[in-house]
């Protein structure tokens, strides 16, 4: 087998450090170095002593306090809701077929558009024809937005676009089944759909692009990274989720592969 000659890692660093989160639900990692740890290792082994070990070192672990949706992850139908328009139960990551999680990966760039801006069902298809590519079923759609340019700094949660629920849709209806993008979220940030909300008062701005996810069930990527490094198309996406029972995401080290 013919292994692919680039492998661009489009995952982001999990730390307690880069704020990409709101302070609800902000990762906590806690270091132990083996040093820390070598009287417990000790306690293992009646009457070793801590000078017995290698540089009086055990081993080296890290307690971690996260969210599902922390770093890059894959959200399962779950989160958007227990049941499709069908009646069917929403998928839990645990029930994510993994055969949706390695597939060829298509790349929308919309880096051009405002932050705020609600993507639709008409600029996916223009982009599409822009870059000439003939969507698939389980075709993995990737969009890259300005977000990640504000990775690390305080614009992050507010930067990019959001997909629509006829974006989505659209997509799904042709079989895809994964999606992904490099901002907070796949729909808006919060703070451009609160201020669609004062507005319009019209219920169907908030979190649309999720909520298609009840026409047709469908899991997305967020808080990629990368992305302006791959091709329009021609690359293979790798995404599989860590499994949780009955969880609505799954931390997930995603990478593109190509030659």
Known sequence: MQLPSRIIDISMLLDNETVTDPPVMRPNIEYKTGEDNAEMVCEFFPGLTTDQLPDGQGWSWERINLVTHNGTHLDAPYHYH?????????????????????????????????????????????????????????????????????????????????????????????????????????????????????????PAVIWEGHYAGMENQYCHLEKLQHLEKLPASGFTVACFPCKIKDASAGWTRAVAMFD
């Open 82 to 202: 227990t049941h499709d328009k069908s009646g069917a139960k929403m998928l839990t990551i645990d029930e994510v077929p993994l055969d949706w999680c390695f597939r060829p990966g298509v790349k929308l760039d919309f880096r051009r558009l405002d932050d705020g801006h609600v993507v639709t069902a008409k600029e996916v298809k223009a982009e599409l024809d822009r870059i000439g590519h003939d969507l698939q079923p389980f075709d993995i759609v990737l969009v890259n937005t300005r977000a990640s340019e504000c990775y690390g700094t305080d614009e992050f949660m507010t930067a990019g676009i959001g997909m629509g629920r006829d974006a989505t849709v659209y997509l799904t209806d042709r079989g895809v089944k994964i999606t992904g993008i490099d901002a907070w979220g796949w729909d808006a940030p919060f703070h451009h759909m609160a201020q669609n909300w004062e507005a319009t008062q019209d």
